[in-house]
């Protein structure tokens, strides 16, 4: 009955407004879309409070983004194409990379400003052995978060590249490696001030004799390759 009710409505509106049938099936297609998007948002966000929290379920979105674009490609978008000649994936396509862009953009920017903040505080950078303290394990951990979020993001991007210029150039993912540049310089600049205290440490602690028999380097020599190669 409730399908029917439905059949009814777009029947009305198709005389109503004069649409014609291709328009209604656009709009019946964009609002499914659009509730989609937003069961997605109310179910992966609803509990989430803090950005590294945040991170997490943006991934998993995009996670949804991608299978979503995936199973248009290739089931629903050939159907639209043929019966109605609705460009099916370029809808989907568009909207799904529009609505990605105000959901990360704005989530990086609060990650950056509290790596940042992280790093201009006094804390105790790491020894000659590696350990971490809290505030670095931080930096690391969004580090690894943030670089699935890219990886994800370049995913879907990719998924556009058969797509025409000018619905690429559209795409609301098209810069996405942009948005990350101030987490890379940032990043990097940890690493070498991690690296230097390392290296400094392992100097001063380093007898300036060989390690053993079998390694005729002192324990800094060692110590500056493992950080390195690993």
């Not at 969004?142 to 699935?148: C, K, R, T, V, Y």
Request: hydrophobic residues 40%; charged residues 25%; glycine residues 4%.
């Amino acid at each position: 009955m409730r399908e029917l009710n439905k059949g009814r409505v777009s029947s009305e509106l198709l005389l109503e407004k004069k649409m014609s049938v291709d328009d209604v099936v656009r709009r019946a297609v964009e609002r499914h879309i659009s509730q989609w998007w937003l069961e997605l948002l109310e179910r992966e966000l609803k509990d989430s409070i803090t950005p590294p929290e945040q991170v997490l379920r943006v991934i998993n979105i995009t996670d949804e983004c991608h299978d979503f674009i995936s199973l248009s490609t290739a089931l629903y978008s050939p159907v639209f194409v043929n019966d109605f000649g609705l460009p099916y994936l370029r809808i989907v396509y568009l909207f799904i990379t529009k609505k990605l862009n105000p959901c990360v953009r704005p989530l990086l920017m609060n990650i950056y400003s509290r790596l940042l903040s992280t790093s201009s505080c006094d804390t105790k950078s790491a020894d000659a052995k590696g350990t971490t303290t809290s505030k670095d394990d931080f930096v690391l951990s969004a580090g690894s978060n943030l670089w699935q979020l890219y990886v994800n993001l370049g995913r879907i991007h990719k998924q556009g590249s058969a797509l025409p210029l000018e619905v690429r150039q559209e795409s609301g993912v098209r810069e996405y490696h942009r948005w990350f540049s101030k987490g890379v310089m940032h990043w990097l600049q940890v690493a070498q001030t991690r690296i230097q205290k390392i290296i400094s440490n392992a100097v001063s602690a380093d007898q300036l004799v060989p390690c053993d028999d079998f390694c005729p380097f002192s324990s800094s020599a060692t110590d500056a390759i493992t950080v390195f190669v690993g």
